[in-house]
């Protein structure tokens, strides 16, 4: 009897051709899993596909927009449309924490559970929207996005020891994760490091763009959507596989508060990036994913940024970068940035 393949493994693939939408198809990576047969009849499959597809509406919420093609350009905010009568507050509101309630610095020093950093029921925002390139070209390439059942296979359970809470709690560890995907002939892959192929790269760097490749899986953090839970956040995690999987896949083509790459050695989080080329997140994005992991920071745990002046990645710790994001204005998220 052949092994099943991890549940994780079954995504729903859209279909290049727009006109054809309606009929999306498997992956069936895992045709010989029975269960993957039976969870295939379950799933409805074009309503997953069609929200993908589905264009960005003007009038929603304010969302922070980057335009990374000029760095130049400020990022913009969209204004929000009237909002109608609602007889009772949303779980999570459209806008940003309130000034009247910002963490302190004791407890940005110390580090309380993410929750207590936000005023109750409060999801940090603005969401991170994913470029309208990105979009456009995840339609034209089909990449695959999980079905709502699925996806709990992705889902990670954060604490001291990072796990896979939707996989038995399995302990998660990302260089053994894409060396599975390799094994199998995946084109697994890892955001861009450099613009372009730098003739100057150095020993270091070259060590460190290939530890990333190596060792790396993707994450996305997104908004809880059941008010009744105390975490207001839920992190997924993947192994990306080039024009296939990707941060998009993982959130169902969904705004974000933040996603990136990550090093998980045996459940120990060793180091954080926001690199992630479908959302280009912000300094603001990555600050506040990393506090809703305080609970999974250890003491070598370290947070990739771009140097400005040496125009090269560094490791900063994960302490040092929630007291000082920008290390006194010579580091910002991504090399291609504008903060």
């Not at 094994?183 to 613009?195: E, I, Q, S, Y």
Request: aromatic share 6%; proline share 11%.
């Amino acid at each position: 009897m052949t092994a099943p393949r991890p549940p994780y493994d079954v995504y729903v693939q859209h279909a290049k051709d727009p006109a054809a939408a309606a009929k999306p198809r498997y992956d069936l990576n895992s045709a010989d899993d029975a269960a993957v047969q039976v969870l295939a009849q379950l799933i409805d499959i074009p309503t997953a596909v069609r929200a993908m597809a589905r264009p960005v509406d003007p009038a929603q919420p304010p969302l922070l927009r980057h335009t990374h093609d000029d760095p130049a350009k400020p990022p913009l905010l969209r204004q929000p449309a009237a909002a109608p009568p609602v007889a009772a507050a949303p779980p999570y509101v459209a806008a940003a924490p309130s000034a009247a309630a910002p963490p302190s610095p004791a407890a940005v020093g110390k580090f309380v559970v993410g929750a207590a950093l936000y005023p109750a029921g409060v999801a940090p925002e603005p969401l991170k929207e994913m470029h309208p390139e990105s979009r456009q070209h995840d339609l034209d390439v089909g990449v695959r996005m999980p079905a709502k059942d699925v996806l709990e296979a992705l889902r990670v359970e954060i604490g001291a020891t990072l796990k896979r809470s939707g996989v038995g709690g399995m302990t998660m560890d990302t260089a053994s994760m894409k060396a599975e995907v390799v094994k199998r002939g995946d084109p697994a892959g890892a955001a861009a490091m450099f613009p372009g192929e730098p003739q100057d790269y150095n020993d270091a760097q070259r060590a460190e763009v290939g530890r990333w490749a190596e060792k790396s899986a993707i994450w996305v953090c997104l908004p809880q959507p059941d008010p009744k839970k105390a975490r207001l956040v839920e992190f997924f995690s993947d192994v990306c596989r080039i024009d296939q999987v990707h941060h998009s896949s993982i959130a169902s083509g969904k705004d974000v508060i933040c996603a990136g790459e990550w090093i998980i050695e045996k459940g120990k989080l060793k180091a954080l990036s926001a690199n992630s080329g479908h959302y280009q997140p912000t300094m603001d994005h990555l600050i506040k994913a990393a506090r809703y992991l305080v609970e999974a920071w250890q003491p070598d745990t370290t947070v990739l940024l771009w140097h400005k002046a040496s125009a090269a990645w560094v490791d900063v710790k994960i302490r040092a970068f929630v007291d000082d994001p920008k290390q006194n204005n010579t580091c910002k998220v991504h090399y291609n940035a504008p903060d």
